[in-house]
């Protein structure tokens, strides 16, 4: 079955540091893979997905992701972390092909800010 | 921009009573998904539907049932509410026909079970 593993439950940066969220998924195929954010009170917004036309994939807000089949992993960077960047961000994978796929997500990342 | 609404935001109840919490899509999306979110924890699907008349239990065992009588409605219902059912709930939306679609999220309800 398909699954998704964030590492580290909380990171915190300071402003203008690089952010650095892992995410390793587990599967021997390149599947569909997202990441979202989840601002306090609100419900999940997509920041990007990966379906295999680019390993380099941008996002809104800055951020992007890159897919390393060798690795497993799908990671989200930012260079320059800004306060409004502040919440809670979830990797997730879809967990096949067909149009009865669903979405796994993972446990979640709180990223903090430090001015 | 997604337009899914969940209402109410917020709901403070007794042990209980039955609860409804609507959501509803303008998107024509054939996918809808419930899942329970604890504060600062991973999301746990407990209901999806695949289009009109359609309705499946997720991954979570949960005492709540749905149903899906209108592509744009999906509603949940507790026929009695216990303290354990308090939470956050969230909807989601997707287009059916691909495994790549994102899912679009309400911003949820807040249940509080007292």
């Known amino acids: ?4 593993t964030q590492l580290g439950s909380h990171v915190s940066v300071s402003e203008g540091a690089l952010v650095l969220l892992r995410c390793n998924y587990s599967s021997s195929v390149p599947p569909y893979l997202f990441w979202y954010v989840q601002y306090p009170n609100q419900g999940l917004q997509l920041l990007l997905k990966y379906t295999s036309a680019a390993t380099l994939v941008k996002g809104i807000n800055g951020f992007e992701a890159e897919f390393k089949k060798s690795e497993t992993s799908f990671h989200l960077t930012k260079p320059s972390a800004h306060m409004s960047d502040a919440a ?4 997730a994978v879809s967990d096949g092909y067909s149009s009865a ?3 796994i997500f993972g446990s979640g990342t709180r990223l903090s800010i430090r001015p | 921009e997604a337009d899914i609404y969940q209402t109410p935001r917020y709901l403070v109840i007794g042990t209980g009573k039955k609860i409804t919490l ?3 899509q303008t998107m024509g999306h054939d996918k809808m998904y ?3 979110q604890d504060p600062g924890m991973e999301l746990h699907l407990i209901h999806y539907s695949y289009g009109v008349n359609s309705t499946e239990k997720g991954d979570l065992s949960s005492e ?3 149903s899906r009588i209108r592509t744009e409605h999906f509603p949940l219902t507790l026929e009695s509410a216990r303290p354990s059912h308090t939470s956050q709930y969230l909807c989601a939306s997707s287009e059916a026909d691909r495994a790549d679609q994102p899912q679009h999220f309400g911003d949820g309800t ?3 079970i007292l």
């Open chain 1, 88 to 91: 809670e961000y979830f990797c």
């Open chain 2, 110 to 112: 807040r249940l509080s």
């Open chain 2, 64 to 66: 709540s049932t749905v």
């Open chain 1, 101 to 103: 796929s669903k979405i």
């Open chain 1, 1 to 4: 079955a398909q699954s998704v």
């Open chain 2, 22 to 24: 609507e959501c509803s």
């Open chain 2, 34 to 36: 419930w899942y329970q």
